[in-house]
């Protein structure tokens, strides 16, 4: 824990995974830094919880997306997580009844039939929201809407399609097994920070910066920003002057919402290790649960969009008790007394988050760039939504965080 100072050299607002990249780039250089951070933890929307004895649960990120172009991998090779190779059970290993395989085949044709008609449309470099390349008519339809809303927190009428077409998916997804959060916490371990320091105005009108928190005032000659889009959009932090700008595209790439559940699960040895299961629902609304992941006791539910965000609208508890009655709906009525809610997030109901993570509206894509872009040789951002090909996860968000730094030492005459 750091106390504030009157005056440092940069300030790094937020210690998630953009802010951590950005301060460990600066140290390394020898520059003076501080990261301002309105929670009392490291991490941000990447934190890992011991939900029960044996059951540990990542309330945000969990996958090493893209693993082999992923720069957490080394981070977590050198600080000694042990990183679990296993493929992911989306595609592959469905349990249970409730999608039958030959839907199961029919549903992933169709739906590797609609990316296919993405990218091919973006090629044309014409932006257009993604539902209009869903095939009418096809009753897979809702269910590939469902997939979106866990991939870019939305539904696809939201999805801009030239941004979803510059993500760059290498297939290759790996986890670590002491959880992503405590990997984060782990890396910002060394790094100088100041908890429970909520940063509300960015004064740039004079000769240094003034940083006004909810600790005091800090004066800066560089500042790094690395809050989530809907907080700039919301004015949560402000600047002055304005910064318009700034405002429109962060509202350009709102974030959209995930939210996970973990449930413990009696007699385990009932269920496979690493499963998936889904059913043919039909639905827009609907979760997807891994089973016993890494082996533990326990269910985690995965949920997106308009469906997550009514189940957190609803209350604590709401999401688990969603999950329970679909997963009973799939397995039968015994596995309701089989089943404890252990934790589930609520992300779009977090003060420092508002949302999971980013995607651009349609006509939007462009935002990501102006977003990124310094202002006045003083002002830096990232976070993942600045990321030109990495957006939406942890390791876009520490790659963009270096960027920024490097951007900072760039204009310090240090690069
Ligand atoms: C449910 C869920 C599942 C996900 N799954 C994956 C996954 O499997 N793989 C993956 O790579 N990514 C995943 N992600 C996305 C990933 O977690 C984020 O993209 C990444 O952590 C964002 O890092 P960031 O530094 O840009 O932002 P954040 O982590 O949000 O960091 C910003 C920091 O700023 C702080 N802050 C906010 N406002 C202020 C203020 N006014 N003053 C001071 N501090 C402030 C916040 O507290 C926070 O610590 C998931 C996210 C969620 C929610």
């Avoid at 009428?157 to 959060?181: C, P, Q």
Wanted: glycine residues 10%; negative net charge; proline residues 6%.
């Amino acid at each position: 824990m750091t106390s504030l100072p009157s005056s440092i050299d940069v300030a790094i607002i937020g210690a998630g995974a953009a802010g951590l990249g950005a301060a460990h780039a600066l140290k390394d250089a020898g520059v003076d830094i501080l990261l301002l951070e309105a929670r009392d933890r490291v991490g941000g929307r990447g934190y890992t919880v011991q939900a029960a004895p044996d059951v540990i649960f990542d309330v945000g990120c969990g996958w090493l997306h893209s693993a082999d172009r992923n720069s957490f991998v080394p981070i977590a090779e050198q600080l000694h997580f042990e990183i679990n190779r296993d493929l992911p059970p989306w595609r592959e290993r469905a349990f249970g009844k409730a999608f039958p395989q030959k839907d199961r085949d029919e549903f992933i044709h169709a739906l590797d039939d609609f990316f296919e008609r993405l990218r091919e449309a973006a090629k044309a470099g014409i932006d257009q929201p993604a539902d209009r390349y869903l095939e009418a008519g096809n009753r897979w339809n809702p269910m590939i809407d469902a997939i979106s809303t866990y991939i870019n927190g939305c539904e696809l009428g939201e999805v801009s399609i030239l941004d979803f077409d510059a993500y760059e998916d290498t297939n290759v997804n790996w986890r670590v097994r002491r959880g992503y959060g405590a990997l984060l916490a782990a890396y910002g371990a060394p790094l100088p920070i100041a908890f429970n320091c909520n940063v509300t105005l960015i004064d740039h009108s004079g000769k240094r910066l003034r940083i006004e928190t909810s600790q005091g005032t800090l004066a800066a000659d560089k500042v790094i920003v690395t809050v989530p889009t809907n907080l700039i959009a919301d004015e949560a932090i402000r600047f002055f002057p304005a910064l318009p700008a700034k405002l429109d595209a962060a509202a350009g790439l709102p974030l959209g919402l995930a939210d996970k559940v973990t449930l413990l699960l009696a007699e385990p040895e009932a269920l496979p290790k690493e499963g998936n299961l889904r059913g043919a629902t039909m639905r827009r609304e609907m979760g997807t649960y891994h089973l016993r992941p890494f082996g533990q006791p326990c269910i985690e539910g995965y949920f997106g969009g308009r469906y997550a965000q009514a189940l957190e609208d609803a209350g604590d508890g709401a999401i688990a008790a969603a999950s329970i009655d679909e997963i009973v709906s799939f397995l039968g009525n015994d596995f309701r007394r089989k089943l404890t809610p252990l934790r589930e997030s609520r992300w779009a109901h977090d003060p420092f988050a508002r949302g999971s993570y980013s995607h651009a509206l349609p006509g939007h894509a462009g935002d990501r760039v102006v977003l990124a872009a310094p202002v006045d040789g003083r002002l830096f951002f990232a976070g993942e939504a600045t990321s030109p090909d990495f957006f939406t996860t942890a390791h876009g968000a520490r790659d963009s965080g270096e960027r920024a730094a490097k951007e900072v030492l760039a204009a310090m005459g240090k690069g």
